[in-house]
């Protein structure tokens, strides 16, 4: 039988030394997970005694729990009768919903900047920060925006357009534009569905999407939601353990995923790529971005 943890016991083991939290209405004893956490120690032990689902959540797949750590962490459930439901929304979480109340429509964005003027306003600080900042200094994000402006397209006029097809091929797959969706972790952060919905959309518009290892949906998730005919990619941070990397490959393959992407510039983690986001919710302050 599975036991009750009261609000009252889950309370009482908040400390690095001892660290109890909520996942989906489940009681996990993390402390000797902590040192390990690839998101470093202190964005868990911040939720130690509480309940951690609303950040854990926009950061992971719901199975990642069960399917990496053993049976020995999990205590039992929450008693939902202890806990208090009252939630006071913030000002700040009023000015979003605000913002996203009044969301101008598709059709009127028309470009990059658009999107990240609304973002801005309608993501939560730390999806914001995350989203929009590079490592360290940003300097190669700066770069990078530079450098699109050295390209300039040369128009063809007189030239009859009634029918384009821009349409190519990637790695022998059909593409109706040269554009594919890049591997980007933690889609909850932007959407409650997460990279799903990416699946969905590169189906709609005949694009690829490169799966990322460190998605906030599961695999089987981005796998299942995909089109007749649709094609994905595998991006692959390969792991110290290569029997880890081994398994990854080769459920990849099984599911039909056509190329793999392994990602050889991420040794170590960029200053700032986690460490905003977690110390955005650690409520210090924000550093700049470049273009925020
Ligand atoms: C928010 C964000 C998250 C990313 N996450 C990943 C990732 O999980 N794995 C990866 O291999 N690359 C990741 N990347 C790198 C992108 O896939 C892409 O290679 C890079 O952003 C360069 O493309 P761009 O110049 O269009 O931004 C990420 C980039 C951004 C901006």
Known sequence: MVRLVSSQELAQHNTQEDCWVIIHGKVYDLTKFLPEHPGGIKVITRWAGQDATPSFESIHPPDIVDHYLGPEVFIGEID???????????????????????????????????????????????????????????????????????????????????????????????????????????????????????TRASHSEGIIQMIPTLASCSFNEMINNRGRGQAQWFQLYVNKDRKVTEKLVRNAEEKGVKALFITVDAPQLGGSLFDRLFIIRGKAIRSQTSFG
């Open 80 to 198: 939902k009768s202890t806990l208090s439901v009252t939630k006071v929304e913030s000002e700040e979480e009023k000015q979003r919903r605000a913002a996203h109340a009044k969301k101008p429509a598709l059709d009127e964005m028309l470009n990059i900047f658009d999107f990240e003027g609304v973002a801005k306003q309608v993501l939560k600080p730390d999806a914001w920060a995350y989203y929009s900042s590079g490592a360290d200094d940003e300097i190669t994000l700066r770069e990078n925006h530079n450098a699109f402006h050295r390209l300039w397209l040369r128009p063809r006029v007189m030239v009859n357009v009634t029918n384009i097809d821009m349409s190519t091929t990637f790695l022998g797959t059909k593409t109706s534009i040269p554009v594919y969706i890049s591997a980007t972790a933690l889609g909850r952060l932007g959407h409650p569905e997460g990279e799903v919905v990416l």
